[in-house]
Protein backbone atom coordinates (compact mmCIF):
# COMPACT_ATOMS: atom_id res chain seq x y z
CA UNK A 1 0.00 0.00 0.00
CA UNK A 2 1.89 2.76 -1.61
CA UNK A 3 0.85 6.35 0.96
CA UNK A 4 2.51 8.93 -0.97
CA UNK A 5 2.41 8.55 -4.20
CA UNK A 6 4.91 10.60 -6.85
CA UNK A 7 3.59 9.60 -10.12
CA UNK A 8 5.81 11.41 -12.44
CA UNK A 9 9.15 9.38 -12.80
CA UNK A 10 10.72 12.23 -14.95
CA UNK A 11 9.89 16.36 -16.02
CA UNK A 12 12.40 17.85 -18.13
CA UNK A 13 12.35 21.89 -17.98
CA UNK A 14 14.09 24.83 -19.57
CA UNK A 15 16.05 26.76 -17.31
CA UNK A 16 14.62 29.63 -16.43
CA UNK A 17 10.80 28.08 -16.26
CA UNK A 18 9.26 27.06 -13.57
CA UNK A 19 9.36 22.93 -12.10
CA UNK A 20 6.15 21.98 -10.79
CA UNK A 21 6.63 17.82 -9.01
CA UNK A 22 3.56 16.30 -7.71
CA UNK A 23 2.76 14.33 -4.84
CA UNK A 24 -0.04 12.47 -3.82
CA UNK A 25 -0.78 11.04 -0.40
CA UNK A 26 -3.58 8.40 0.65
CA UNK A 27 -3.37 8.88 4.93
CA UNK A 28 -5.68 11.48 6.34
CA UNK A 29 -3.37 11.11 9.43
CA UNK A 30 -0.22 12.67 7.90
CA UNK A 31 -0.03 16.07 8.96
CA UNK A 32 3.92 16.87 8.04
CA UNK A 33 4.77 16.80 4.68
CA UNK A 34 8.75 17.67 3.09
CA UNK A 35 10.46 17.77 0.04
CA UNK A 36 13.88 16.40 -0.12
CA UNK A 37 16.81 16.10 -2.76
CA UNK A 38 19.00 13.94 -3.90
CA UNK A 39 21.86 14.33 -6.45
CA UNK A 40 23.94 10.75 -7.60
CA UNK A 41 25.67 9.08 -5.38
CA UNK A 42 24.91 11.14 -2.23
CA UNK A 43 22.01 10.96 0.44
CA UNK A 44 19.11 12.81 0.10
CA UNK A 45 18.69 16.50 1.91
CA UNK A 46 16.56 18.27 2.65
CA UNK A 47 14.97 20.91 1.25
CA UNK A 48 11.05 21.92 1.99
CA UNK A 49 8.67 21.56 5.04
CA UNK A 50 4.68 22.41 5.29
CA UNK A 51 2.69 21.55 8.31
CA UNK A 52 -1.22 21.05 7.54
CA UNK A 53 -2.57 23.79 9.15
CA UNK A 54 -0.49 25.89 6.69
CA UNK A 55 -1.37 25.63 2.70
CA UNK A 56 1.84 26.99 1.35
CA UNK A 57 5.42 27.61 2.46
CA UNK A 58 8.23 29.17 0.66
CA UNK A 59 12.14 29.66 0.35
CA UNK A 60 13.72 31.41 -2.16
CA UNK A 61 13.25 30.00 -5.18
CA UNK A 62 11.31 27.20 -3.53
CA UNK A 63 7.38 26.86 -3.23
CA UNK A 64 5.45 23.56 -1.50
CA UNK A 65 1.55 24.00 -1.70
CA UNK A 66 -0.09 21.61 0.35
CA UNK A 67 -4.50 21.03 -0.64
CA UNK A 68 -5.78 18.53 2.08
CA UNK A 69 -9.03 18.01 0.79
CA UNK A 70 -7.62 16.51 -2.04
CA UNK A 71 -4.50 15.17 -0.39
CA UNK A 72 -2.13 16.81 -2.81
CA UNK A 73 0.98 18.95 -2.57
CA UNK A 74 3.07 20.01 -5.32
CA UNK A 75 6.88 21.67 -5.35
CA UNK A 76 7.70 24.72 -7.51
CA UNK A 77 10.83 25.53 -8.67
CA UNK A 78 10.89 28.91 -10.00
CA UNK A 79 13.31 30.20 -12.21
CA UNK A 80 14.92 26.47 -12.39
CA UNK A 81 18.33 26.32 -12.79
CA UNK A 82 20.85 23.49 -13.95
CA UNK A 83 21.77 22.95 -10.66
CA UNK A 84 18.38 22.10 -9.69
CA UNK A 85 18.94 18.84 -11.65
CA UNK A 86 18.35 15.64 -9.59
CA UNK A 87 16.03 13.44 -8.10
CA UNK A 88 12.85 14.96 -5.86
CA UNK A 89 11.12 13.13 -3.34
CA UNK A 90 8.08 13.72 -1.28
CA UNK A 91 7.59 12.75 2.09
CA UNK A 92 5.30 12.75 4.73
CA UNK A 93 5.02 11.48 8.51
CA UNK A 94 2.93 12.33 11.37
CA UNK A 95 4.05 14.86 13.77
CA UNK A 96 2.98 13.17 17.31
CA UNK A 97 5.73 10.45 16.44
CA UNK A 98 9.53 9.96 15.84
CA UNK A 99 10.26 11.27 12.17
CA UNK A 100 8.84 8.11 10.43
CA UNK A 101 8.96 9.23 7.35
CA UNK A 102 7.17 7.82 4.52
CA UNK A 103 8.56 8.66 1.21
CA UNK A 104 7.48 8.97 -2.53
CA UNK A 105 8.96 7.00 -5.38
CA UNK A 106 10.50 10.12 -6.40
CA UNK A 107 10.90 12.06 -9.95
CA UNK A 108 13.71 13.02 -11.88
CA UNK A 109 14.01 16.25 -12.55
CA UNK A 110 15.99 17.51 -15.49
CA UNK A 111 16.23 21.33 -16.25
CA UNK A 112 18.42 22.01 -19.51
CA UNK A 113 19.35 25.36 -20.98
CA UNK B 1 33.37 14.68 9.84
CA UNK B 2 30.77 16.60 10.22
CA UNK B 3 28.10 14.38 8.46
CA UNK B 4 26.58 11.07 8.63
CA UNK B 5 29.08 8.78 7.66
CA UNK B 6 28.35 5.15 6.20
CA UNK B 7 30.85 2.15 5.70
CA UNK B 8 31.36 1.15 3.10
CA UNK B 9 30.42 2.95 0.29
CA UNK B 10 29.71 -0.19 -1.58
CA UNK B 11 29.24 -4.07 -0.38
CA UNK B 12 29.04 -6.72 -3.03
CA UNK B 13 28.76 -10.23 -1.26
CA UNK B 14 27.60 -13.78 -2.70
CA UNK B 15 24.18 -15.17 -1.62
CA UNK B 16 24.11 -16.76 2.16
CA UNK B 17 27.10 -15.02 3.28
CA UNK B 18 26.83 -12.57 6.58
CA UNK B 19 27.04 -8.75 6.19
CA UNK B 20 27.76 -5.71 8.23
CA UNK B 21 27.16 -2.26 7.42
CA UNK B 22 28.08 0.62 9.71
CA UNK B 23 26.65 4.09 10.36
CA UNK B 24 28.20 7.14 12.50
CA UNK B 25 25.55 9.48 12.68
CA UNK B 26 26.33 13.75 13.76
CA UNK B 27 27.71 14.51 17.05
CA UNK B 28 24.99 14.91 19.35
CA UNK B 29 22.46 13.00 17.34
CA UNK B 30 20.23 10.90 19.59
CA UNK B 31 18.01 9.75 16.90
CA UNK B 32 19.21 7.31 13.61
CA UNK B 33 17.28 5.97 11.51
CA UNK B 34 18.06 2.99 9.08
CA UNK B 35 16.62 3.26 5.58
CA UNK B 36 16.53 1.18 2.34
CA UNK B 37 16.59 2.52 -0.97
CA UNK B 38 15.64 -0.05 -4.05
CA UNK B 39 16.09 0.81 -7.61
CA UNK B 40 13.20 3.43 -8.63
CA UNK B 41 11.59 3.58 -5.39
CA UNK B 42 11.87 5.76 -2.74
CA UNK B 43 14.09 5.15 0.86
CA UNK B 44 11.60 2.60 2.88
CA UNK B 45 12.60 3.16 6.69
CA UNK B 46 13.39 -0.10 8.36
CA UNK B 47 14.34 0.52 11.95
CA UNK B 48 14.35 4.04 14.24
CA UNK B 49 16.76 3.93 17.26
CA UNK B 50 16.01 7.01 19.91
CA UNK B 51 19.50 6.37 21.86
CA UNK B 52 20.67 2.78 22.25
CA UNK B 53 17.13 1.54 22.05
CA UNK B 54 15.31 0.49 19.16
CA UNK B 55 11.96 2.35 19.33
CA UNK B 56 10.24 0.83 16.20
CA UNK B 57 11.34 -1.76 14.28
CA UNK B 58 8.65 -2.66 12.13
CA UNK B 59 10.47 -1.82 8.98
CA UNK B 60 12.71 -4.68 9.02
CA UNK B 61 11.41 -7.32 6.48
CA UNK B 62 12.37 -10.52 8.16
CA UNK B 63 14.76 -12.04 11.04
CA UNK B 64 17.79 -12.16 8.87
CA UNK B 65 17.89 -7.95 9.28
CA UNK B 66 19.28 -6.67 12.80
CA UNK B 67 20.53 -3.48 14.01
CA UNK B 68 22.57 -2.64 17.06
CA UNK B 69 23.53 1.13 18.59
CA UNK B 70 25.19 0.39 21.87
CA UNK B 71 26.12 3.70 22.87
CA UNK B 72 23.74 5.51 21.78
CA UNK B 73 25.79 6.59 18.71
CA UNK B 74 27.54 4.57 15.71
CA UNK B 75 24.14 2.06 14.86
CA UNK B 76 25.70 -1.27 12.85
CA UNK B 77 22.76 -2.73 10.13
CA UNK B 78 23.58 -6.54 9.96
CA UNK B 79 22.17 -9.01 7.52
CA UNK B 80 22.13 -13.03 7.76
CA UNK B 81 21.73 -15.48 5.21
CA UNK B 82 21.86 -12.63 1.94
CA UNK B 83 19.49 -12.96 -0.87
CA UNK B 84 19.71 -11.25 -3.94
CA UNK B 85 16.51 -9.37 -3.10
CA UNK B 86 18.31 -7.98 -0.29
CA UNK B 87 20.36 -5.89 -2.78
CA UNK B 88 19.83 -2.08 -2.47
CA UNK B 89 21.37 1.16 -1.07
CA UNK B 90 21.05 1.15 2.56
CA UNK B 91 20.56 5.27 4.36
CA UNK B 92 21.48 5.89 7.39
CA UNK B 93 20.25 9.11 8.65
CA UNK B 94 20.00 11.10 12.44
CA UNK B 95 18.29 13.84 14.03
CA UNK B 96 18.83 16.28 16.65
CA UNK B 97 16.03 14.43 18.77
CA UNK B 98 12.50 12.77 17.67
CA UNK B 99 11.40 16.31 16.86
CA UNK B 100 8.77 17.63 15.12
CA UNK B 101 10.50 19.17 11.85
CA UNK B 102 10.93 15.86 10.35
CA UNK B 103 14.41 17.09 8.89
CA UNK B 104 16.62 13.77 8.64
CA UNK B 105 20.08 14.10 7.44
CA UNK B 106 21.30 11.49 5.53
CA UNK B 107 24.35 9.57 4.75
CA UNK B 108 25.64 9.15 1.50
CA UNK B 109 24.68 5.10 1.97
CA UNK B 110 25.58 1.91 1.03
CA UNK B 111 25.01 0.19 -1.83
CA UNK B 112 24.62 -3.67 -1.46
CA UNK B 113 25.26 -6.20 -4.33
CA UNK B 114 23.96 -10.03 -3.27
CA UNK B 115 25.11 -12.05 -6.41
Known amino acids: DQQVKQNSPSLSVQEGRISILNCDYT??????FLWYKKYPAEGPTFLISISSIKDKNEDGRFTVFLNKSAKHLSLHIVPSQPGDSAVYFCAAYFSGGYNKLIFGAGTRLAVHP | GAGVSQTPSNKVTEKGKYVELRCDPI?????LYWYRQSLGQGPEFLIY????????DSGLPNDRFFAVRPEGSVSTLKIQRTERGDSAVYLCASSLTAGITGELFFGEGSRLTVL
Open chain 2, 27 to 31: SGHTA
Open chain 1, 27 to 32: NSMFDY
Open chain 2, 49 to 56: FQGTGAAD
